[in-house]
């Protein structure tokens, strides 16, 4: 168990460490400081400060939508290269801008890079990782996703020491080296053995299984699983066979849209709702723009907002990690109906604090300072313990093998079309309604979001990927059927016993 658990581990480290640290080096992390020295030396507006931040989660919808063809065309790990060289291109692009619209031409390409690599991530992990274990490894991806803004905060502290027309290219341009280490290490990683099954090769599939469950027995039992989820019959244990001829993926769009049972429209709601409400609820506008938050509490300082902002990364990543520790032993719904309820305490303190600052009349109020200090803070670490990773966790879990790829990509759209909205909203939204209201509506959406998490979502721990399906299709109804099955079960057990 021991060695099987370091084995996938490492995949995932190999993986994600680099990975997302090169997207992110590039994004959240790096754009929430470079953009001011970008406004200083291009002399842009704040509109198209918005467009620029934003706008990268929009060309991300473009990547997520052909990310799950892609997958299942060429596979899983070479749609992850493929991933990086295009973010190694968009990361090139940005750090040798000359102008604003060769940054945007960059952060297109990059974009389309952030789509493929945020569909296929959570889908290779929890394709590759046992049962057992297959929460903490997928939400992996989200410690270094953190990590990776963390590292994008501190390179603006070195960087911004560098002359402004040269520290903000530094910074964006960074971003183009991991994709390099990432593209090396994908190649020692194995393919999901999911995808080697829809492609016949069941001998490859054996092997990757041997190597990445807690025994050869649970080998075995997830190796027929998977081959019976691809129309496979049990017996059938050639190292090549034949696999029933699959469409080009339009029976895929009738079954989630055209004709979806009641199954996979539970599936799809809680699959898109997900990531809705991880996004709507205004997370990023408070990482990316934290400076903005620090400069109205009073911290005018460039350099000194940076400093912060170096704290709002480390909390990021310090509480993802709670999350990577307990997601196998207190299940899905715990932490995720934990972290979206602190959030929606925090969001709802930090407007108060805004507000009240609002109307101070330049009268220094200190425990409004010190309450929006910290709240942004606790915003970060509660959204970091649940809603961040356990989102990406679950989108993958959820979806049978059949629509995995395809419904995936539609959670990601769904994320990236809600992190540009905010994004590209919100420094217009507080100029109208000011910045205290603005997160008052996020609080709003975040609360909206604690309803349909405990109302829609049945808890997926301890179950196969090819066993989640049947919790599915009773929508508000899920804890009955959730102890139908149980019941059966213990019945089963009860009659195996039997002499």
């Not at 509109?47 to 060429?74: C, H, K, M, P």
């Amino acid at each position: 168990m021991v060695i099987t658990i370091t084995f996938v581990a490492s995949i995932v480290l190999c993986n994600f460490l680099v990975y997302n640290v090169g997207v992110f080096v590039a994004d959240t992390g790096v754009m929430s400081g470079a953009t001011i020295y970008i406004q200083e030396e291009l002399k842009i507006s704040d509109v198209q400060i918005e467009i620029l931040v934003g706008t990268i989660n929009l060309y991300a919808l473009f990547g997520a939508a052909v990310a799950g063809r892609t997958s299942d065309w060429i596979g899983r790990r070479y749609t992850i290269i493929f991933a990086a060289a295009i973010f190694f291109a968009g990361a090139l692009l940005m750090g040798f801008a000359n102008g604003y619209a060769l940054l945007m031409v960059g952060r297109f390409v990059a974009g389309i890079g952030v789509g493929y690599a945020m569909m296929i991530a959570p889908v290779y992990s929890a394709e590759v990782s046992p049962t057992s274990s297959r929460g903490s490894l997928t939400s992996f991806p989200e410690v270094f996703i953190n990590a990776g803004v963390l590292l994008g905060y501190v390179s603006n502290v070195v960087f911004s020491k560098l002359p402004t027309n040269l520290g903000w290219r530094f910074m964006l341009g960074f971003g183009a080296i991991p994709p390099i280490f990432l593209a090396l290490g994908v190649l020692v990683m194995p393919e999901s053995p999911r995808w080697l099954v829809m492609q016949g090769r069941l001998g490859d599939a054996r092997k990757v299984l041997n190597k990445t469950s807690d025994s050869l027995e649970d080998a075995q039992m997830r190796l027929a699983d998977i081959k019976e989820a691809a129309g496979l019959p049990l017996d059938c244990n050639d190292d090549v066979v034949s696999v029933p001829k699959r469409s080009r993926g339009q029976d895929v769009w009738k079954e989630l849209f055209l004709h979806p049972s009641p199954t996979v429209l539970h599936i799809l709601l809680v699959g898109i709702g997900i990531h809705f409400f991880q996004q709507a609820s205004g997370i990023d506008a408070v990482v990316l723009y934290s400076p903005r938050i620090f400069e109205k509490v009073g911290i005018k300082n460039v350099t000194d907002k940076l400093l912060v902002t170096i704290a709002v990364g480390f909390s990021k990543t310090i509480f993802t990690l709670v999350t990577t520790f307990l997601v196998d032993k207190v299940g899905r719904r715990v932490l995720l109906l934990t972290s979206s309820g602190g959030l929606v305490i925090s969001l709802m303190s930090l407007s108060i604090g805004l507000t009240v600052i609002d109307h101070s009349h330049d009268v220094k109020v200190t425990w409004a300072i010190a309450l929006c200090i910290l709240t942004t803070m606790t915003s970060v670490a509660f959204f970091s313990m649940g809603m961040g990773p356990i989102v990406w966790v679950y989108c993958s879990e959820i979806f049978p093998l059949r629509l995995r790829a395809q419904g995936c990509g539609l959670g990601v759209a769904m994320n990236r079309l809600m992190s540009g909205v905010v994004l590209m909203s919100f420094i217009s939204l507080y100029n109208h309604i000011t910045i205290g209201g603005a997160f008052f509506l996020y609080t709003a959406i975040a609360l909206t979001g604690w309803i349909f998490f405990y109302t829609l979502l049945p808890e997926t721990q301890g179950r196969t990927l090819e066993d989640v399906e049947e919790l599915f299709g009773t929508f508000f109804r899920w804890r009955s059927t959730s102890n139908e099955i149980k019941k059966k079960k213990i019945e089963g057990s009860s009659v195996g016993l039997q002499p």
